[in-house]
């Protein structure tokens, strides 16, 4: 039987041939230009619907918007592909501030239409809805006109939309650039390298206590030498956040309001998830002990936290890798298997291990062309299998909402971080299931906690800083010294006592702290990790039938709340601190099995 050879490098010329000096992306761009100037014409002429005959007139403004943000986003997310592949392409971050500028201005009209549509006396607006033209945009209708009410006026929105491109926009793109320029000088294995952050956080999991706790020093002290740009930014992120909230009178709530409010979720249940996390901790501190023992240690050090525990462990090739995802993707059902051989075929991904390549994996919507592209750096850990079949989850999630329209599939982090962590315990579990010995088994749950101690402690970690760090930051600027200590309180605190050294410049390492467009990216992954347990449950249960109820719950994902969503397709009221305790009980399962396998082999 012939193997198809996988391609480790993705192909963006289908979008727009040349890369960052494209005649085509800079033609498209031009169009962009062209569409969002007719809008702004049509969207200044437009009255505020009196009469029910109106809901042709406002659907006729909804797909002119679909169609300009389909173009605006194809560009956008091509031109992130270009900067995450090569940092150093200059003419890639030119565009990219274009965009941000595009993209300002695309919200001016967007805010301009919203609050022109949803002025509409109740009467009228229920009817409306109940149109056939729009009675399938009710849900997403209805957060507009919530949203208008919680905000200030037009001319004071577009202001703040105006300034935030070179005030908000350029602090996030500043941060990339600065973690674009930091390379590691590391000799592993007899060969000296510079590496990217990516390439340097990939050794993380080095087999030699020496090179992992090396490698922890060396970015240490790179986060340290650049700490006072990385505070600045930080800290300006946040200060415009704050006074954007503090002008639209949210200034006396949470700074969870916004976040919360993306996610469609409530602060009840947001509690209840983190109440049952820390009521179950201790087997997971009982875990980290037994590990630092086993690397030897008295208690556990960060740069040992993702150290191999076993022999057996082995580097697994990029096409070995693909094979076993798909393999096991088939085994759950044919629509996941077959779109993930495309991506696999279509060269959707980019896995190359090599330098200049930004950290981390991303998985980007192409919604003009349908596609997705993927991104990560592959080393050969089973810990890549698992980040790339996470990756497709997303992409399996985009391809799920094909059918429905693009208003209706905008939907919040933590539902997306439950569709790629679904397609990532699938991986995880056949891996533990075809272990040929108890020691590659050791191994194999032990990779698979780890991503439970990374949901409950080091999510839990980010979330407690993030949400001090902007308490003390509603006081005055917070310096990069005392960033640390909160670092290091958060880090503690989450990680229940277990560790004897932490990271303290982990806030000036962790991207998802200068992402503009996501405030507090850190808790949806939890939500998303112990929501696709309850999941992942039913799927064993059902077997592949299961596939297209799956498929029904990732299309219903952004036009409810994820109150809603849970109740009407697991039957489950996730504001209960129950329902969160059986997903982390079935994690702690996990753990005593492995418990048990250190103590009879060690």
Not at 202 to 208: R, V
Not at 449 to 462: C, D, G, K, T, Y
Not at 568 to 586: M, N, R, Y
């Amino acid at each position: 039987m012939t193997t198809t050879k996988y391609s480790e490098v993705w192909n963006l010329d289908v979008f727009f041939k040349g890369g960052s000096e494209s005649a085509e992306l800079r033609a498209h761009l031009d169009g962009v230009k062209e569409q969002i100037s007719e809008l702004e014409t049509t969207v200044e002429a437009l009255e505020t619907p009196k009469q029910v005959e109106d809901a042709k007139r406002v659907y006729e403004m909804i797909e002119k918007i679909t169609e300009t943000a389909l173009n605006l986003r194809e560009a956008g997310a091509t031109i992130g592909c270009f900067i995450a592949a090569n940092t150093k392409d200059k003419k890639a971050l030119l565009l990219q501030s274009e965009v941000s500028s595009i993209s300002a201005r695309f919200s001016t009209v967007m805010l301009k239409l919203q609050q022109t549509i949803t002025k509409a006396d109740k009467d009228v607006w229920e009817q409306l809805l109940e149109t056939d033209e729009l009675k399938q945009f009710a849900f997403v209708l209805n957060e507009w006109r919530e949203d208008v009410e919680e905000k200030l006026s037009e001319k004071e929105e577009s202001l703040i939309t105006a300034l935030s491109v070179d005030g908000y926009q350029s602090w996030g793109q500043l941060y990339d650039r600065l973690v674009g320029e930091i390379e590691i000088e590391m000799t592993v294995d007899g060969e000296t390298k510079k590496l990217s952050v990516g390439q340097a956080n990939n050794l993380s999991s080095h087999e030699d206590p020496a090179v992992r706790k090396e490698v922890f020093e060396k970015l240490e002290e790179a986060w340290k030498e650049k700490e006072e740009f990385f505070a600045a930014t930080l800290n300006h992120l946040a200060g415009f956040r704050l006074a954007v909230y503090k002008k639209r009178g949210w200034d006396s709530e949470s700074v969870l309001k916004e976040p919360l409010k993306r996610n469609r979720m409530s602060q009840e249940t947001l509690d209840a998830m983190w109440s049952a996390i820390s009521a179950n901790k201790t087997p997971f501190v009982e875990y980290l002990n037994r590990k630092a023992e086993m690397v030897g240690t008295d208690k556990m050090n960060w740069y040992d936290l993702d150290a191999p525990v076993s022999s057996s462990t082995k580097n697994v090739t990029y096409q070995e890798g693909a094979e076993f995802i798909l393999e096991h993707f088939g085994k759950f059902g044919p629509e996941l298997e077959a779109f993930s051989r495309r991506a696999f075929e279509n060269e959707w991904i980019e896995a190359e291990d090599r330098p200049n390549k930004r950290p981390g994996g991303f998985c980007t919507g192409m919604p003009a062309s349908e596609e997705s592209r993927i991104f990560m750096t592959f080393s050969g850990s089973t810990s890549n299998v698992a980040t790339l079949a996470h990756e497709l989850g997303h992409a399996f999630h985009s391809y799920a909402l094909r059918p429905v329209h693009y208003l209706n599939r905008q939907y919040a982090m933590g539902v997306a971080e439950t569709a790629s962590t679904f397609a990532e315990m699938i991986v995880a579990d056949a891996s533990v299931k075809a272990a040929k010995s108890e020691d590659e088994k050791l191994a194999l749950l032990e990779d698979k906690i780890q991503r439970s101690v990374a949901f409950f402690m080091n999510i839990h970690a980010r979330f407690l800083f993030e949400t001090r760090f902007y308490e003390e930051r509603k006081e005055g600027v917070v310096s990069a010294s005392r960033l640390n200590e909160l670092m290091e309180e958060a880090q503690r605190e989450a990680y229940g006592g277990a560790l004897e050294t932490v990271q303290p410049h982990f806030w000036a390492s962790k991207l998802h702290f200068y992402i503009t467009g996501t405030p507090f990216y850190n808790f949806p992954y939890t939500f998303g990790y112990l929501f696709s347990l309850s999941i992942y449950a039913k799927a064993l249960e059902e077997g592949k039938g299961f596939e297209e109820k799956y498929m029904a719950l990732l299309r219903d994902t952004a036009v409810m709340s994820v109150e809603d969503l849970a109740m009407k397709h697991l039957g489950e009221d996730i504001t209960k601190e129950d329902f969160w305790a059986k997903g982390v009980k079935l994690c702690i399962q996990d753990v005593e099995e492995f418990m048990k396998i250190a103590s009879e082999e060690r």
